[in-house]
């Protein structure tokens, strides 16, 4: 029985946080080099940009930005290109970031 209990409890903690997942993502892809979850680094912090955008419908303009780069918005350092990331992967890394 604590068994299942345990197993349950597992399984629940990690439908209750499904931003873990995109987390290791973000890690995979060495987003984390230039951002964090809470504090800016090179880039802003993931928590900034969810703020900013916050009930905006932004994810397509994002997500060309992850895949293509861009700057002026942050301050001066560019953010790079990062075409090697597959597109599904990009929409669920911004998908993440505007739900923080």
């Known amino acids: 029985m604590k068994t299942a209990i345990l ?8 439908l209750a ?26 880039g802003p912090a993931y928590k900034d940009v969810a703020a900013k955008y916050k009930g905006q419908n932004v994810a397509a303009k ?9 700057g002026g918005v942050w301050g001066p350092v560019p953010m790079p290109p990062n075409s090697a990331v597959p597109e599904a992967d990009i929409k669920k890394l911004v998908a993440w970031v505007l739900s923080l």
């Open 62 to 70: 994002l997500e060309e930005k992850v895949k293509k780069g861009g």
């Open 17 to 42: 946080t499904p931003s873990f997942a995109d987390e290791a993502m973000a890690k995979k892809y060495n987003c984390t080099a230039c951002h964090a979850i809470d504090k800016k680094l090179v």
């Open 7 to 14: 197993a349950l409890g597992v399984t629940g903690l990690f």
